[in-house]
DNA sequence: AAGGAGAATTGACATTTGTTAAGAATGTGT
DNA sequence: ACACATTCTTAACAAATGTCAATTCTCCTT
């Protein structure tokens, strides 16, 4: 169950962590089990937790008079929360659930702050987490106010192939910005081409 | 020249920096004078500054084949660089240059690092910093794909009136991610109501 | 102050995307 | 395995946004 968290702890920061320190680390760690749409955060609520993904697939999104806004996606080795509301306690805009049944290793803000003051190898870790979040939403960005909708979805089939076989059209398309018929209509046209 | 850094310290930090510290920030700093229109970053360059703006208007953005997309605006009191190839001095993609005369104090990425190892009041700034980015990206990206071309530009308007007065419009399109008639034909309607 | 460049507006039209509704296909739980 | 849910597709139409071209407006530069 922790292996995975270690593998990426020492992938992303290119050393490797010693036994004693990741004892340390797996001890601020809880596994939790969600089964298919079992909320991991709900809209109104502060998010307590960090999860990291072991198995599985999540989504955030917000809820706006019955449409859902997919903010974001994961899978395996992705990190879900609300970091503003994960950082600053504050009530939660979003919904994070189950897209599949998941495990997750989560740990609380208080938590992990002790990590990240005594391992430098944890600082650097969140350093490169924060750093390849803000990379991939200034592209999300850049991609949203550049790109017309089909050439969004060549993006994420370029970046995030794996996406397209995880979650279901209806998913992909609300974290595209448009409609699942916009996307049967995009796919229709570029399976002709 | 600097005092605007010192307040934006204090004041993003809830705490006073020292007359000591502040002086050892402000020789890790070099002013510069942009004129309206001169570069601070061309795409394909290293990022080698972040420019913390006392005056004036800064805009980055990409340009493809010919159509500029504006991935942020800032002004007096706003950081402006590319984290992407500030951190990783990697050649950026995108251009930043000055829109208005401007006065900003520019700092390297190496000569940061011992600021906010040795200053607690320095990392906090910057945890702050790319708190308050990262919070304000993630709206952007809800925006861009829940919210039609007139809301986003509503939002606009509420969240940030002054860009209104500080950017001529065709500007503000391509950071809202439509064109310059759309939003005139937008304005114009909501003139009326 | 005059001339000129850039910026904003407007209109006609094209294209993209959304909406609604229906049916087909697929997947899921018991 | 069955029945029910959900998901996906399709079509016709509506609405939003883009494109192109012409005109007016603004403001800079000299």
Redesign the pocket.
């Known amino acids: 169950m922790y292996e995975a968290l270690r593998i990426y702890i020492n992938k992303y920061t290119s050393s490797e962590i010693s036994d004693a320190d990741f004892e340390i680390v797996t001890n601020a760690f809880t596994p939790k089990h969600f089964?298919?749409r079992q909320f991991f955060l709900q809209e109104g609520e502060v998010c307590k937790y960090s999860a990291f993904i072991v198995k599985g697939a999540m989504r955030q999104y917000s809820l706006v008079n019955g449409?859902e806004n997919i903010v974001s996606l994961g899978i395996e080795n992705w990190w879900m929360s609300d970091r503003e509301s994960y950082a600053m306690l504050t009530p939660s805009q979003y919904n994070i659930d189950a897209v599949e049944d998941c495990d997750v290793l989560l740990v609380t803000y208080e938590k992990m702050v002790p990590l990240v003051e005594s391992m430098p190898i944890i600082a650097r870790m969140i350093t490169m987490m924060d750093q390849r979040h803000s990379i991939a939403m200034q592209k999300r960005i850049h991609n949203a106010i550049s790109l017309?909708?089909?050439d969004?979805f060549l993006d994420l089939m370029k970046t995030n192939p794996v996406f397209l076989q995880r979650?279901?059209?209806?998913?992909?398309?609300s974290y595209l910005?448009?409609?699942?018929?916009?996307?049967?209509?995009?796919?229709?046209k570029l399976a002709t081409k």
Chains 1, 2 share one sequence.
């Open positions: 089964i298919k449409v017309t909708a089909e969004r979650f279901p059209q209806n998913m992909i398309a910005g448009i409609t699942p018929e916009s996307l049967s209509r995009i796919r229709k």
